[in-house]
Every structure is written in structure tokens, then in C-alpha cells.
């Protein structure tokens, strides 16, 4: 007798949208929100003006390491001084709408935790209004989140994440590949 052993590997698929309304919510998820580019923007601020920034003081240092820093650094001063719009002026009906769904929200942004106060500012400067117990700081979000859900949500099955980064989408989807959870990513671009 031959028996066949079947192994299911789970699929965690990146899903592309413009707008908060083509997301499947499920009830009592946990939804995670980036804050960059998928919350809020800034004016002039995007992938054009972070490759200049960073091409500008590789040139100077040689260093890519340095250059990311200073890049990140010259964005830091300059978001500070800025107020934010807001990226989809249908996330509030939708943060309603999931809160009516019994799901968890957080934010898990890249940005340092230096800039707790600030961010806190630009969310309420366009009407968001999270617990700040509930926005994460780390610029390894696939690490950060497996801790997150292991650690504060470990009763809940699924997580739905949307960032308008792929890179990012791609490491939660590598750390999150092998554990109980069901995992949807949404890859934002407006």
C-alpha cells in the first residue's frame, strides 16, 4: 500500500488596491495600518524625493548606510515642521466600519520612536485618533508584528496589513509564513 502524505502549506498573498473599500474586512481581525503614504502624505515628499536625497549624500559620503541616515534624517526635520494631508478621505468611514466589524486596529510604522510626539500630532492634525499604546515604532515590521500578535493578540486568527510598501508587505509575509494566523496583505497605492 502506498500512502501519499499531502503537506498544506499556507499562502499569504499581497493584494494590490487604490482605495480602503476594496479590503476584506473579516470580523474580529486585527487590521494594520502603515502611516506613511497609506494614512498621511506630505506634499512634494515621495519615492522621486527619497532617491534624490539619498543619490545627493551618497555622493558626499560614498557610504549607502550614511546616506540612508542622513536621507532619513533630512525627512525627519522636515516632516516636523509640516503639517500632513491626509492620503484617502475615505479612511475614517472605513475605520468605522471595521470598529463595527469588532476588529483591533494598530499602526506599525518605520518611523524611529523619537518621533512618538510629532506623529501622534499629524494623526489628530487630519483626524485620526489612535491609542497611543496602539501605534508601533520599528523599521523591521515582520519582526516587530510577530512579536506584536504573539505578545498582545494571540486570540485573534486573522491579520489584515496595509502599507504602500511592497518590501515591507514582502517581510511580514516572510515572518508570518509559518505561524497560526491568517495573514492578508493589501498593497496600497493611491
Not at 486596529?105 to 485620526?128: C, W
Not at 515591507?168 to 494566523?181: G, P, S, Y
Request: proline share 1%; aromatic share 12%; with cysteine.
Amino acid at each position: 500500500m502506498i500512502i501519499i502524505y499531502l503537506i498544506l502549506k499556507k499562502v499569504i498573498n499581497m493584494i494590490k488596491i487604490k482605495k480602503f473599500n476594496e479590503i476584506n474586512v473579516i470580523p474580529n481581525s486585527l487590521i494594520v495600518f502603515d502611516i506613511d503614504d497609506t494614512l498621511i502624505k506630505f506634499d512634494g515628499i515621495d519615492q522621486k524625493w527619497w532617491i534624490n536625497k539619498i543619490n545627493k549624500h551618497f555622493k558626499i559620503t560614498q557610504n549607502d548606510d550614511f546616506a540612508d541616515y542622513l536621507a532619513h534624517k533630512d525627512w525627519c526635520d522636515l516632516v516636523s515642521k509640516i503639517n500632513p494631508e491626509i492620503v484617502d478621505e475615505e479612511i475614517h468611514e472605513f475605520i468605522e466600519f471595521v470598529k463595527q466589524k469588532n476588529c483591533e486596529i494598530i499602526l506599525l510604522t518605520a518611523r524611529n520612536s523619537i518621533m512618538k510626539d510629532i506623529t501622534k500630532k499629524h494623526l489628530e492634525t487630519v483626524n485620526l485618533y489612535f491609542d497611543e499604546n496602539n501605534i508601533y515604532f520599528n523599521g523591521n515590521k515582520g519582526e516587530e508584528l510577530f512579536k506584536i500578535v504573539h505578545e498582545k493578540y494571540n486570540y485573534i486568527s486573522n491579520i489584515i496589513m496595509i502599507d504602500d510598501i511592497e518590501n515591507n508587505l514582502e517581510d511580514i509575509k516572510e515572518k508570518m509564513l509559518n505561524t497560526k494566523f491568517n495573514v492578508y496583505l493589501y498593497n496600497i497605492k493611491f
